[in-house]
């Protein structure tokens, strides 16, 4: 069993839906959970991060820990087409980078 | 402004050749990573550094070889390319003394090992 698990999808959805993005983790030390994006043929880039258990938002953007339940998630509102990207979530315990599969994500207009 | 780059972009190479991929940046960022991203497995850590002539050992190590001899380089060289290499390699840097600090990824090199 992988330490991180992440629906590789791909999810398609139309402009304007909510997104879920969900990731599970078996190793109850991390307490550093991102999220990042990545656009086709590009270096992931840092989304949201978010520090121990709750919510954080910014924009359109929701970023949820439970870290009694192991599991993380990302909720994108009003999805647009230039979201379409795949979205890994990442945790750390300290300094090295654990990272899902990524879920490929494509809102259509 | 800052940044973190990769060369080549792409590289084809054959079975048993010696690669050096080069990744640089002037964050002047202590820590820096190599990773390999492969459908259906994410971002594995290959090798990484904390500092100059600091290097350790990621999750997907054999085969691969690093340096740092400074602070802005971290070549990763594939000592006898496999064609099991072939996978899109990514550099990122991090901040040093805060723990799990954003890490900045460079464009990526596609390799192909024929």
């Known amino acids: 069993q992988k330490e991180v698990e992440q629906d590789p999808g791909p999810l398609s959805v139309p402009e304007g839906a909510i997104v879920s993005l969900n990731c599970t983790y078996s190793n109850s030390a991390f307490q550093y959970f991102m999220w990042y994006r990545q656009y086709s043929r590009k270096g992931p880039e840092l989304l949201m991060y978010?520090?121990?258990?709750g919510n954080k938002e910014d924009g359109r953007f929701t970023a949820q820990v439970d870290k009694s339940s192991k599991y993380i998630s990302l909720f994108i509102r009003d999805s647009q087409p230039s979201d379409s990207a795949t979205y890994l979530c990442?945790?750390?315990?300290?300094?090295?980078?654990?990272f899902g599969q990524g879920t490929e994500l494509s809102v259509k207009p | 402004d800052a940044e973190i780059t990769q060369s080549p972009r792409h590289k084809i190479t054959e079975t048993g050749r010696q690669v050096t991929l080069a990744c640089h940046q002037t964050?002047?960022?202590?820590?820096m990573f190599w990773y390999r991203q492969d459908l259906g497995h994410g971002l594995r850590l290959i090798h990484y550094?904390?500092?100059?002539?600091?290097?350790n050992k990621g999750e997907v190590s054999d085969g691969y070889s690093v340096s740092r001899s400074n602070t802005e380089d971290l070549p990763l060289t594939l000592e006898s390319a496999a064609s099991s290499q072939t996978s899109v390699y990514f550099c990122?840097?991090?901040?040093?003394?805060?723990?799990?600090?954003?890490?900045?990824f460079g464009p990526g090199t596609r390799l192909t090992v024929l």
């Open positions: 978010t520090y121990s258990s």
């Open positions: 550094s904390y500092g100059v002539q600091d290097t």
């Open positions: 990442a945790m750390s315990a300290l300094y090295e980078l654990i």
């Open positions: 990122a840097s991090s901040g040093a003394g805060e723990v799990a600090d954003t890490q900045y």
């Open positions: 964050w002047n960022h202590n820590n």
